[in-house]
Nanobody, 123 residues
């Protein structure tokens, strides 16, 4: 069983930065790929960024390219999301997710999810 625990959300102003972290426990083979999704109120959950543990392949949503950076610390089994130049439209609950296969943009491809952490960006 894989458990994911997020931390680092909060309230910031537009243009500021925030870092999220996700700690993973369980069988490493069950979370070959880690990703961040977000969900704003009344909207569907959307892909933000993903990374593969072994080779470090990364993928980003177009809306966050150049502003967000996903990284992994294999020794600590953590994945981080550094968010710079935040915008009000980045507001939402951010979820960490894991799956066995490669990076997917579809939430239902991920078997494991964290509890989510709120990110609010004021204008």
């Amino acid at each position: 069983q894989v458990q994911l625990v997020e931390s680092g959300g909060g309230l910031v102003q537009a243009g500021e930065s925030l870092s999220l972290s996700c700690a993973a426990t369980g069988r490493a083979m069950d979370y070959a790929t880690m990703a961040w999704f977000r969900q704003a109120s009344g909207t569907e959950r959307e892909f933000v960024a993903g990374i593969t543990w072994r080779l470090g392949f990364r993928n980003y949503a177009d809306s966050v390219k150049g502003r967000f950076t996903i990284s992994s610390d294999n020794a600590k089994n953590t994945v981080s999301l550094q968010m710079n130049n935040l915008k009000p439209e980045d507001t939402g609950v951010y979820y960490c997710a894991a799956r066995v296969g490669t990076i997917s943009l579809r939430p239902y491809d991920y078997a494991y999810w964290g509890q989510g952490t709120q990110v609010t960006v004021s204008s």
